[in-house]
């Protein structure tokens, strides 16, 4: 783990459960489930009025399958932050993914793969949805950069930085 004397301090005086650490088997199966919906889904002619609604929803099941706050990744600030201030954060958000799924229904699993989330602060929540409006050509982790959040995961004990590719 890498990171100036600050950081260090939050980790250690904070206990970062790893139970979120791998999916559980109800967790894999409600992202199995969930992709299978939206597969089904993007099948169904019907109105997209209806159709990005339900899209929406499995996207959020699929990022929330471990908890709504117990997320591989989390904002520094967030590691010493009270509940009441956190904040589920879609590191690409649903209405990119929702877009991108209605234009090309042959790359659901690719495009799923980037239903994120990240748990961060209100305050950095605001930031990121500042950064979005005024850069929309910015995603993922790059918002994170321009919005000055640093980014723990862990799963891999380590901070992440923008360049990151997730797989």
């Not at 990005?52 to 932050?81: D, H, M, Q, V």
Request: charged share 35%; with cysteine; hydrophobic share 35%.
């Amino acid at each position: 783990m890498s990171g100036d004397g600050r950081s260090m301090e939050l980790l250690r005086g904070r206990r970062i459960r790893k139970r979120g650490k791998r999916q559980s088997t109800g967790s894999q199966n409600t992202v199995i489930d969930a992709t299978k919906a939206v597969r089904a889904i993007m099948r169904l002619k019907i109105n997209p009025g209806v159709k990005k609604p339900l899209l929406s929803r499995c996207i959020w099941l699929i990022t929330e399958a471990n908890e709504k706050y117990r997320l591989r990744f989390r904002s520094e600030e967030a590691l010493g932050a009270a509940k009441k201030e956190l904040r589920h954060e879609h590191v690409f958000p649903r209405r990119d993914l929702i877009r991108a799924l209605m234009r090309s229904t042959s790359s659901v699993k690719r495009i799923l793969k980037k239903a994120v989330a990240c748990v961060v602060t209100e305050d950095e929540h605001r930031r990121l949805d500042r950064v979005s409006r005024e850069n929309p050509r910015l995603e993922g982790w790059k918002r994170y950069k321009v919005a000055g959040i640093r980014v723990y995961d862990v799963q891999r004990n380590a901070w992440i930085n923008s360049k990151r590719q997730l797989r």
